[in-house]
T-cell receptor
Framework: GDQVEQSPSALSLHEGTSSALRCNFT?????VQWFRQNSRGSLINLFY???GTKENGRLKSAFDSKELYSTLHIRDAQLEDSGTYFC????????????FGAGTQLIVIP | DPKIIQKPKYLVAVTGSEKILICEQY?????MYWYRQSAKKPLEFMFS???????DNQTASSRFQPQSSKKNHLDLQITALKPDDSATYFC???????????FGPGTRLTVL
């Protein structure tokens, strides 16, 4: 089926440490978006990638459309990074549908 | 100022009733969407619109009807509400159907 497999499902990081989240795609993916959902439920745009890598502060994301995966690296984790991270795949059709992963619940521990 | 407005923020309804969820975007985008997030489930695509025309529909039930009265509006009418319809409904928009999507704050619907 058309799935987006996101891992890990949950992650605890001590402040100042780093880790990576991953999404595997089961079919051709044209673009990927990464979001953080905060405690109020708002979805915050982190990255939109059609290929390659992007970096924004302590966050860096990569997308390999041939190998069908994307990663989100969090460096020097801070308390405000806590939340649920979602990746979403765009298939490139004119229909615009995003296919979401199940999310990674990140807790940053002081 | 918020660029995507959803109203109301919270909504409680009784089984069998009808509600309309409002979405307005002020980003100048041509495509708009509805997604649903139920407890313990990932976000699920419902509808996509482009230039006020329905492009894709992933909702099996006809109880869910999008309504686009203006280019920057995409409301969602839900009839004959059921407890299973309880979820947070997110509206989103993008420049076109290939571009980055931005999400509104959501409407949390509870059906009793």
């Amino acid at each position: 089926g058309d799935q987006v497999e996101q891992s890990p499902s949950a992650l605890s990081l001590h402040e100042g440490t780093s880790s990576a989240l991953r999404c595997n795609f089961t079919t051709t993916t044209r673009s990927v978006q990464w979001f953080r959902q905060n405690s109020r439920g708002s979805l915050i745009n982190l990255f939109y990638l059609a290929s390659g890598t992007k970096e924004n502060g302590r966050l860096k994301s990569a997308f390999d459309s041939k190998e069908l995966y994307s990663t989100l690296h969090i460096r020097d984790a801070q308390l405000e990074d806590s939340g649920t991270y979602f990746c979403a795949a765009g298939r490139g059709s004119a229909l615009g549908r995003l296919h979401f992963g199940a999310g990674t619940q990140l807790i940053v521990i002081p | 100022d918020p660029k995507i407005i959803q109203k109301p923020k919270y909504l409680v309804a009784v089984t069998g009733s009808e509600k309309i969820l409002i979405c307005e975007q002020y980003l100048g985008h041509n495509a708009m969407y509805w997604y649903r997030q139920s407890a313990k489930k990932p976000l699920e695509f419902m509808f996509s619109y482009s230039y006020q025309k329905l492009m894709d529909n992933q909702t099996a039930s006809s109880r869910f009807q999008p309504q686009s009265s203006k280019k920057n509006h995409l409301d969602l009418q839900i009839t004959a509400l059921k407890p299973d319809d309880s979820a947070t409904y997110f509206c989103a928009s993008s420049q076109d159907n290939y571009a980055e999507q931005f999400f509104g704050p959501g409407t949390r619907l509870t059906v009793l």
